[in-house]
């Protein structure tokens, strides 16, 4: 094969996972370059898709006054979730920023379209969820691009979708699946803010593989791959 | 910023995205390395998720009757789905090759399981689906890791989720979001396969971006993006 990737283009690819963070707090308010964003957005645009339907759109958002009717829903909604928890949680999940709305430089919003080179699309007709799922790898892609070009992203999912739909003026049959806040940052954090504020921990690779079945750690023809995961090291 | 992406790095990335395609028909039976197997998996892990919830398994599969029964699942929707449409286009849909699930190394199903570190889940109040998309992010990472080790992967939705929730004995509450075939291959093919095929073209990137609101093409604040995006070229 003629197109390897080198070990600096690998490990260019292992950083940008590596040090993706859903970013809330370090946005400056520097403008993003045309060109770095129109970079973002064709790596979202080469996403997989469900019989190549390409189901998705981006709604470029900078108008400070949609901001703030999107800002607002975000706080009805935030209030809303807290009343769904008990203190000292309910405290801690209120004193957590958990958006950039008004401070980063650009929003996107992020919509799937099911009627696009539909009804019939190949592969979607026994999971018709595939056409939603393929929206959400073009959003890995956009993610993974923004970090390459040292912008930093964060999506805001404490939001009403059928506010959403009323601000940007989405059809009926059209689905908000991600509402991105971009820019540039002082800084990409070490760790996910949630593990850093002691609300959640990482998962071991251990514990989410399984080996044939559900639910199954332990099978002889995984045995070699299941040591390596479990001793956390030889892979890396 | 002392992380800053090389030229090189940055370009591993972008060739990731660009070269990596839905496969299929290329699959070789050689074995997959374990490193590089974990490496992939570990990139999966570190997807972003909603309220960093991790809700993601990964279920590796080699054994021969365990694929078989997929495999079968697979024929009986293939025929379903191809009486939803017509000739010429059903005999076409027909003769496309649109799995590997026997040729390939390894198969994985990647599924969503609601009730980790639930019920409350930190930003999936007000949108719940947001747990399966983060199931998503994992798997475009798994996708693109694996492209940058010279894996191919293809994604079998032309299944029945019910029959492969029995036939990999997953729970009840458990969702299976992708059935993934992993594999070396003879080659990456230049275009998408049904691209190729002339079965739907790619999007031009300026058909599905959109400014302050849906449908919009024409802002004053976006302008320069937009010539950009139309003219094609000063991006890339």
Redesign the interface.
């Known amino acids: ?1 003629n ?4 070990p ?13 963070r ?1 970013v809330r707090s370090h946005f400056t308010s520097e403008p993003i370059d ?2 770095v ?3 973002i ?3 979202a ?4 898709s ?5 189901p ?8 400070k006054d ?1 901001r703030k009717k999107v800002k607002e829903s975000f706080d009805k ?1 935030r209030i ?2 807290s009343n ?2 008990d203190d000292p ?1 309910r405290s801690k ?1 209120l004193s ?1 920023r ?1 958006e950039g709305i008004l401070d980063s430089a650009v929003n996107v919003c992020v ?1 799937y379209d099911p009627s696009k ?1 539909g009804p ?1 699309v ?6 018709p ?2 056409g ?2 393929s929206v ?2 073009a ?3 956009l ?3 923004a970090r ?3 912008i930093g992203v964060g ?1 805001v ?5 059928d506010e959403l739909k009323k601000i ?4 009926e049959h ?1 689905v908000p ?2 509402y991105l806040c971009l820019g540039h940052v002082t ?2 954090a070490e760790k ?1 803010d ?2 850093t504020a002691g ?2 921990s ?2 071991d ?1 251990k514990d ?8 199954s750690s332990d099978d002889p ?2 045995r ?2 299941h040591e ?2 479990v001793s956390n090291l ?3």
């Not at 989410?208 to 079945?213: D, L, S």
């Open positions: 094969m197109d390897d990737f080198s600096e283009e690998k490990n260019g690819f292992y950083k940008a996972v590596f040090s993706r859903d045309e060109k964003l129109s970079r957005l064709n790596a645009h080469h996403a997989p469900v019989g190549f339907s390409q998705w759109n981006f709604i470029l958002i900078k108008d949609t909604e809303r979730s769904l928890i949680k999940y957590l958990l919509t080179f019939f190949i592969g979607r007709s026994s999971i969820e595939t939603i799922y959400c790898c959003i890995q892609n993610w993974l691009a390459t070009e040292e999506w999912s404490i939001l009403s979708n940007l003026e989405i059809p059209v699946v991600a800084k990409f996910p949630l593990e609300w959640l990482r998962l690779l989410v593989v399984y080996y044939e079945k559900w639910n023809q995984w070699q791959i390596m995961i030889d892979y890396a």
